[in-house]
Structure formats: structure tokens, C-alpha cells
């Protein structure tokens, strides 16, 4: 005690600074090198809390689940998904996959963007769900596995809802100070109104003008529109995505009649299938 009460006040907020900071060092390592326990379970499912529910536009909402801490981590490898379960309209239990918006970063919680269709089984879940609420959740699921460098660029094709496996991907690239990887996105929707995480995506663009690129497309554009106008076409991609190539990669997620469309405008194009990946 006499020690303590001997030293400055700056010395001892140097002191605790240098505590926290190491600290801080210490998590961000342990996070990175993936030795943080996650809270995900692959055989059985675990609840969540809602803890916040808002709502984007008429049919897309995002919800936040608490995790058990403040510190707790999803668990949840770049690009894969997790299944929720909940119940439709009749009562039924249905199942659905989902990815994410959030990384391990992203301590204590986890976010989901949802489009809710009003035919949708589990649309209907989420459209009733409220905060204090909980969603049951299995995972992590998938086939994708990312490496930082695995690819010197990727491609994305993205549809509809199917931005949200592109944007955790690109995200956990562009706020990784160690991956160099460039990402060029296409994100194809019917209106102007459909477009999930816009102000997310422009200001991925705008933080990282040399990584990040994104052309938008949409079907019934409104006046002014300076992006792509009808469906994806081969000249777009040829465009903004880059050239086939051992050490690039193209992703595509969205509706199946446009998977199987930017299926065969890659393949016309040259890209192999070791080059192409349908989350």
C-alpha cells in the first residue's frame, strides 16, 4: 500500500492503461487464432435472446440476439451459416438457414438481416417474434472455408437476400489488416427499396475504395439510375468482376433461377468450376 500511495496519478493511469491494453492484446489474439471457445453447437440447437428488433423497410427487419456474456463469440467460420428453427403459420416446425451480418468481433451478440416474404414459413416466425423472445439455433453449417490469401480477388454474384454470405465474407476481409484480398460485388434486386445493407455496403466502398468494389443492377430501377439496369448479363460480369484466373474465385448466392442463369454465364465465360462456389 505505501508503494502505491507513493506513485503520481499519471503514473497510475500509465499503469492501467498499460493493463487494459494488454488485455485487449491478449483477446484480440486469442479471438484471431481461433482458440476462443464459440457458442454454437452443430448436433443441437441453443436458444437466444432478442434483445433488439428493427425494422428496415415494409418486409425486411434486423434482429440482435444476446449471447450468454458480454465477451461470448457466436463461433462462427467466415462464410458459413447457422439453421433456425421456429414454427410457421399452422403451428409446424420449420426449419431455415441463415447467415449472420456480424463476425467474432463482434462480442456478446449477433445480428440476422431477414427479408420476410408474406408466404414465408419462416418469414412468419420472424415477423412475430418479439424482444425477450427466443430463436433456436444449430451450427455452424457449410462448405465454404476461408484463408486469408486463398485468393488474390473475389467475384460476388448476389441476389435478394442473398447478400448476407457476401457481406460477412467481405467484411471479415476488408477489417482484416493483414488480408490483402480484393472484392468485387454484383448485387442484382427487382426495386431500389430491395436492397439489403446499402449504407453498410457504400460505406465499405468509401473506407476501402482499392478493395472494395460494388456495381449495383436492379430490374425496375427509378429515375436517374446510374447502375445496372434488368438482369446480371455476361458483359456485367465481365465488366466488374475479375478475369478468370488460377488465383481468383467467383461467389454467387441468390435465387435459384439466377443461380443457375450466373451459372452458365461463368461457365461461357471460361471460369472453371474450381473458380465458382454457390453458398
Known amino acids: 500500500m505505501d508503494f502505491l500511495q507513493g506513485q503520481s496519478t499519471e503514473t497510475m493511469v500509465a499503469v492501467a492503461v498499460a493493463v487494459v491494453a494488454v488485455a485487449a492484446g491478449a483477446a484480440f489474439v486469442l479471438l484471431r487464432s481461433g482458440k476462443t471457445k464459440g457458442c454454437l453447437d452443430p448436433e443441437n440447437f441453443k436458444k437466444f435472446k432478442l434483445v433488439e428488433k428493427k425494422q428496415i423497410s415494409h418486409n425486411v427487419a ?3 440476439f ?3 456474456s458480454p465477451t461470448s463469440v457466436l463461433g462462427l467460420p ?4 447457422i439453421s433456425c428453427r421456429g414454427q410457421d403459420a399452422t403451428g409446424e416446425e420449420v426449419i431455415k438457414p441463415y447467415t449472420p451480418t456480424t463476425l467474432d468481433s463482434d462480442l456478446g451478440y449477433f ?6 416474404y408474406p408466404q414465408g414459413r419462416m418469414s412468419h416466425h420472424f415477423r412475430e417474434m418479439q ?4 430463436l433456436s439455433v444449430k451450427g455452424p453449417k457449410g462448405r465454404f472455408k ?3 490469401g486463398q485468393v488474390r480477388a473475389f467475384g460476388m454474384l448476389a441476389g435478394g437476400s442473398g447478400i448476407t454470405p457476401m457481406f460477412q465474407v467481405a467484411r471479415a476481409i476488408l477489417e482484416n489488416p493483414n488480408d490483402n484480398t480484393k472484392v468485387h460485388l454484383i448485387y442484382a434486386n427487382v426495386t431500389y427499396e430491395d436492397i439489403l445493407l446499402k449504407e453498410e455496403l457504400d460505406n465499405m466502398a468509401k473506407t476501402y475504395p482499392d478493395r472494395f468494389k460494388i456495381y449495383y443492377v436492379l430490374n425496375q430501377p427509378p429515375e436517374n439510375w446510374n447502375g445496372g439496369v434488368g438482369f446480371v448479363s455476361k458483359e456485367m460480369i465481365q465488366s466488374h468482376c475479375p478475369a478468370p484466373a488460377d488465383d481468383i474465385q467467383i461467389l454467387r448466392c441468390g435465387p435459384p433461377p439466377m443461380n443457375k442463369a450466373m451459372a452458365a454465364h461463368l461457365d461461357e465465360l471460361k471460369y472453371t468450376k474450381e473458380m465458382q462456389f454457390q453458398f
Do not use: R
Request: charged share 20%; aromatic share 14%.
Open 62 to 64: 434486423k434482429f440482435k
Open 66 to 68: 444476446a449471447l450468454p
Open 146 to 148: 476461408y484463408q486469408v
Open 111 to 116: 445480428e440476422l438481416v431477414i427479408k420476410m
Open 131 to 134: 424482444v425477450g423472445d427466443y
Open 78 to 81: 467466415i462464410g458459413q451459416h
